[in-house]
């Protein structure tokens, strides 16, 4: 930084109190003697002085609007203004004006004397006025308005409010001896708070927050401080008092440099709103106008940029990834040097060496590697990665980073510019350029330079080519010349540069700068332009690194004019590595595009790959790998490119020309160039007149003409196709022609034509052609689909073998639409046994679930059937089976007889009567002893038969039942009832009627057995099971007997029809014996019974016994039974036959021939006349057993 001097004005005898810019920066106002001096900023010249005081004028201040200004005087007046310089107020102070301040939002004035200090505006007529405790010396208004800070001769800062009021108070340690000279808020924006800078005379400036808080430590100055000021945005500050000199100084105090030394105490300085101009008011009258310049203070290495900011700062730039790190010096930074890893900065007495903290190319964290405590004088500084290198005019000094200067050589001119261009660590090289012309190579560990070059005048810039071998130099006339440096033979120049880079990626391109436009050049091509402000100072890829304004920028430039010179001669090579630096996409397909054309394969590859193209990736791809095979004919290759580009008729030409026609052809008919392809093809062959007519009707698909098509492809021979055009369209006419022109050994074409017919839900069609190719599978599947059932159960009739194909979905379809039982049936004749089972479990579960326990008895009877029919086809399954078939027997059985039980309970009426009710109540609780069902409720059995016993006369019964009912949980809705059936039940008598015990007899043992059995449905004494009627539930007169070993079932059938007349066994069993001769008696003589009637003898054995003993006849005793007294269950196999006489042939018993239940006969006959049907296997009296 240097300070200009821009113009000097003294006033005699006076010394200059105060200064204030008007805020455009026009004009400057000046407290000097007795008058307010108004002076032209831009050439220092009086423009008006001003009279109206009548004493010294200490103090002025400019509106913020620039409308008025005011002065304050040792008169104790305050004289208001305006901006054409005409007083139009004056008020009065008790003591001399000290200071005055305008608020920047209000406009409020804030005018301090000795003991007070007023607050007046433009609106109001009076001045508000506040004591204080000491003269007041300064002030200022915060940058919103809100606050007026004090500074007071007693060493106090107070913070009022608009209204006067203290808020803050800060005192200063020095008290009374430091008195406050001058204060200033920073201007600046960007600051989160409020700032107020307070210099004293205790030779100190310090900084405070609005709070009072302070910032930092307070900052030592070496003089007596007057006046403080800062810059418009807050970055410097200027201060001058008794050193004579005013000195620049950051926002955060630290010092910079002074700005024009005076001859005179500087009493007052001010910096011109929005500029670098400073004016400085001494004691003597002095007036000095300086315009300060900034200079640049940067470095560059690659693609990072260091530059100063704020005259402490560093900040590192990645010019790529835009990343940037400061690095706070607190000093002036005076040099910056960068190179790889290293940072060198140089401050006001030592130098700072940095280096990166890893070794990633992103890494942006610098630490401190060297400090080299010294006060060194340079004009240029250099880093190397172990020494320092300083510039001084002719000289240039090494240095290590232990301050040790371990060379140094002086240069026959002055040094006009200095570069690293790199090496090994400890030898790298500097490139130098002389005022006389020389260019000179240095190695930092060699005494000798080496020169390069000698020009005739002055090196301005330069640089050297990536592989050093070439050498670009601007000099003072704004010449590029460009040299081999081996040959020393300049190679080309350009007019109009003021900096030149070469390309760090690329041998033969650079770029320069000059009069506003950016070249760029490539080998030996013509230069190409484009605008672009500032001096370009890298080149990398396809990147500028550009200066311009005291910013660095990288500038993303297209190299395509380059890339298309190269391709003008056919370099592709060359124009891919200059395509690889950054062109635009458009660029990338005409690099590939121009590759392909010339056949450089490898090129175009890399090319297409970078936009992507896969479609011309392919075509390469295939290229190669004909070539791998050794084809080598170029004109077929090309003929492929044009082809892919669009140029077909040259590439048929190239086709044709190398004997290559039915390529030419295929383009053709792809392209749908019919015309062209019969040109090419004539009359003579025809194999690709056939081919040609099915690519024509390719064409006529694609074009939307179906017909056209279809008739294309029947005289090319092509059925398939016509016939999918035709189904697809819907033309049932015309594919039935085909169909019946067609031969039944056409399979493929007819079964096509069967599909269409049956999408087109023609089945008659589609029927007429399964029979004509005689696939009757493939027709009983149709008939299946269409769910035509008549027509594909009449085909199974003729074709037994389709059982599984017609059956099964059959089957499907009635479990689809709820017909269960019938499902269950197709399941049974298709073989499907499990399937069959299934269902019918399915059945019974859901039955049960809906309570409907009289069709869960059904279908548990027709499960247990289904599981007989598996028992006997399947030896592996037989005994699961048999145990399932006697399971579901008893379960079909249970719910069969609750059904009634649950209508009784939940139905407020019911059609059995009481002793109905009564038996079929005790024979479920008889029957769930050890196992449960699920769905079937004790507690409505219990209240069932509690009700029927009571209505019967079975008291105690009734009573045992009311009983468990009570450790049962009963359902709400019958406990009411049921307390009042307890209490009754109580009232009668406790025994039960003797018509219902004797119904309980034992018909083999004539044994009463009590009413509810814990033994379940046999008898207590004799183990023999109970019959019952499947309608009644009443103990019906039969007895189960057995057949000898080796009797067979059709024998004892045969026996059994015989019925041989024989005598009256009774008269035969009585004999007449002579007990004592004079006394005849009659003695059975059981012995007899037995051989005549084994049945009979069975009866008599004695009570208790604790097993059954079964009923076995023989040969004799089957041939002596009636037929009509003999029942037999013919169970299919595996089962066995079960045999049943009836004990009392006068009661007539009925046994249904499919499921074999026992009913009496009128129960029975009744049942079937209104159910048309057996009440317990549904099966209808008109169908056959």
Not at 128 to 138: E, F, G, L, P, Q
Not at 234 to 242: A, L, R
Not at 861 to 871: K, P
Not at 1122 to 1138: A, F, G, M, N, T
């Amino acid at each position: 930084m240097r300070a200009v001097l821009a113009w000097k004005e003294t006033i005699r005898d006076q010394c200059v109190y105060d200064l204030a810019f008007k805020p455009d920066g026009s004009q400057l106002i000046i407290a000097a003697g007795l008058r307010v001096l108004v002076y032209d900023v831009a050439d220092g010249s009086l423009i008006q002085p001003l009279k109206g005081h009548k004493d010294l004028v200490y103090c002025v201040a400019y509106a913020k609007d620039g409308k008025r200004f005011a002065s304050g005087s040792a008169d104790k007046s305050i004289i208001i203004w305006t901006s054409k310089l005409e007083g139009i107020l004056k008020y009065t102070h008790n003591d001399p004006i000290q200071c005055i301040a305008y608020n920047p939002v209000t406009h409020q004035l804030a005018s301090c004397s000795s003991g007070d200090f007023g607050l007046w505006s433009p609106e109001q007529k009076s001045v508000n006025k506040h004591k204080v405790s000491s003269k007041v010396s300064c002030c200022g208004w915060t940058n919103d308005g809100q606050y007026l800070a004090l500074g007071m001769m007693n060493g106090v800062v107070s913070i009022r409010n608009k209204n006067g009021e203290e808020k803050v108070k800060i005192e200063r340690p020095g008290g009374s001896a430091s008195p406050i000279r001058s204060i200033a808020w920073n201007p600046s924006k960007d600051e989160h708070n409020d700032i107020l800078a307070v210099a004293d005379w205790g030779q100190k400036l310090s900084f405070y927050q609005l709070s009072g808080k302070q910032i930092g430590k307070d900052r030592a100055l070496t003089y007596d401080p007057c006046c403080v000021s800062y810059f418009s945005k807050g970055q410097y500050i200027v201060m001058g008092g008794s050193d004579k000199q005013a000195s620049l100084y950051t926002k955060d105090g630290v010092r910079l440099c002074p700005i024009g030394e005076q001859s005179a105490w500087v009493w007052s300085c001010r910096v011109k709103p929005d500029s670098n101009l400073v004016v400085l008011g001494c004691q003597d009258g002095t007036i000095a106008c300086y315009q300060l310049v900034f200079s640049t203070v940067h470095g560059l290495y690659k693609d990072r940029y260091a530059y100063r900011d704020s005259m402490t700062d560093v900040i590192v730039q990645h010019l790529i990834t835009e990343q940037k790190v400061r690095i706070k010096c607190r000093e002036l930074v005076k040099k910056i040097a960068i190179y790889r890893n290293r940072l060198a900065i140089q401050l006001p007495e030592k130098i700072l060496v940095y280096e990166l903290s890893s070794d990633d190319s992103s890494d942006m964290h610098y630490r401190v590697n060297k400090k080299i405590c010294r006060k060194f004088e340079c004009n240029l500084l250099v880093v190397c990665s172990q020494h320092i290198i300083l510039c001084q005019e002719k000289r240039l000094q090494c240095l290590s980073f232990t301050r040790v200067k371990e060379k140094e050589w002086v240069m026959e001119s002055l040094i006009r510019y200095i570069k690293v261009i790199g090496g090994p660590p400890g030898q790298e090289g500097l490139l130098v350029g002389l005022k006389n012309g020389a260019i000179l190579k240095i190695f930092v560990n060699n005494l000798f330079p080496i020169t390069l070059l000698k020009l005739s005048i002055s090196v301005r810039c330069l640089d050297m080519s990536v592989s050093r071998n070439k050498m670009a130099v601007v000099d003072e006339h704004n010449t590029l010349q460009v040299y081999d440096i081996n040959s020393k033979e300049l190679l080309f120049q350009e007019p109009n540069a003021n900096s030149v880079a070469w390309n760090t990626q690329c041998e033969d391109m650079l770029c320069f700068s000059g009069n506003g436009y950016l070249n760029i050049k490539a080998s030996n091509f013509p230069v190409h332009q484009q605008k672009m402000q500032g001096f370009m100072v890298g080149y990398n890829g396809s990147k500028i690194f550009c200066l311009h304004a005291y910013t660095m920028s990288a500038v993303e430039v297209p190299l395509s004019a380059p890339m298309y010179q190269y391709l003008e001669r056919k370099m592709y090579k060359e124009a891919f590595k200059i395509a690889c630096l950054g062109v635009t996409d458009s660029d990338w397909r005409d690099l590939a595009t121009d590759a392909l054309e010339g056949l450089d394969f490898d090129t175009a590859k890399k090319a297409f790959i970078r936009i992507r193209d896969l479609r011309y990736l392919e075509l390469i791809s295939r290229i190669e790998v004909r070539k791998k095979r050794g084809e080598s004919n170029n004109e077929v290759y090309l003929a492929d490119v044009y082809a892919y580009q669009g140029k077909f008729h040259e590439a048929a030409k190239l086709y044709k020309s190398s004997g290559h026609e039915s390529k030419a052809l295929s383009m053709y008919t792809d392209l749908r160039m019919f015309d062209y392809a019969k040109d090419l093809v004539g009359a003579t062959d025809p194999e690709s007149s056939r081919i040609l007519m099915t690519k024509q009707a390719d064409w006529a698909l694609s074009s939307k003409e179906p017909r056209a098509a279809a008739e294309m492809y029947q005289s090319a021979g092509e059925h398939l196709k016509a016939i999918d055009i035709i189904g697809r369209q819907g033309w049932e006419d015309t594919l039935i022609d085909i169909a019946r022109k067609l031969d039944k050994a056409e399979r493929e074409p007819l079964a096509e034509c069967a599909l269409h017919f049956k999408r087109l839900k023609h089945h008659g069609y589609a029927s007429e052609i399964y029979a004509k190719m005689g696939d009757l599978q493939a027709l009983a599947q149709l008939h299946v689909e269409t769910r035509h059932w008549e027509e594909a159960l009449s085909l199974l009739e003729k074709h037994p073998e389709l059982k599984n194909d017609v059956y099964v979905p059959y089957a499907q379809w009635l479990a689809e639409n709820d017909h269960f039982e019938e499902a269950q049936k197709a399941f049974h004749k298709a073989g499907r046994q499990t399937d069959a089972v299934r269902v019918l479990e399915q059945l019974t579960h859901n039955a049960v679930e809906e309570n409907r326990f009289n069709d869960a008895g059904y279908y548990y009877w027709m499960v247990s059937m289904q599981c007989l029919d598996i028992a006997r086809e399947s030896d592996e399954q037989r005994d699961e089976m048999l145990k399932k078939f006697e399971r579901f027997q008893r379960l079909a059985e249970l719910y069969h007889v609750y059904h009634s039980i649950q209508r009784y309970t939940d139905e407020p009426f019911s059609s059995h009567m009481p002793e109905t009710l009564f038996n079929i109540c005790r024979f479920l609780l008889n029957n769930i002893i050890a196992d449960k069902p699920r769905g079937i409720y004790q507690v409505h059995t219990w209240i069932a038969l509690a009700k029927q016993s009571r209505v019967l006369g079975a008291f105690k019964l009734a009573r045992f039942c009311y009983e468990t009912l009570q450790r049962l949980y009963v359902p709400s809705r019958f406990l009411d009832a049921l307390e009042v059936d307890i209490l009754t039940v109580r009232s009668k008598p406790f025994h039960d009627s003797k018509e219902l015990i004797q119904a309980m007899m034992c018909y083999r043992c004539s044994t009463n057995n009590p009413l509810l059995n814990s033994q379940g449905s046999v008898c207590i004494n004799c183990r023999q099971p109970f019959i019952y009627s499947a309608s009644s539930y009443e103990v019906l007169p039969l007895m189960q007997f057995y057949l000898e070993e080796g009797t067979s079932d059709e024998e004892a059938v045969a026996l059994i029809d015989l019925e041989v007349p024989h005598a009256d066994q009774r008269d035969a069993r009585w004999q007449e014996v002579d007990v004592s001769g004079e006394l005849q008696a009659l003695r059975l003589d059981e012995a007899a019974a037995a051989e005549e009637d084994p049945f009979t003898a069975k009866k008599s054995f004695e009570q208790g016994g604790s097993t059954f003993v079964a009923v076995k006849v023989s040969r004799s005793a089957l041939r002596s039974m009636s037929r009509r007294d003999v029942l037999i269950k013919r169970w299919p196999k595996p089962l066995q036959w079960e045999y049943f006489r009836s004990l009392l042939p006068d009661v007539s018993i009925t046994m249904c021939p499919t499921c074999f239940k026992m009913f009496h006969s009128e129960d029975y006959e009744l049942l079937v006349l209104q159910h048309n049907c057996c009440p317990y296997c549904r099966r209808p009296i008109d169908e056959q057993n």
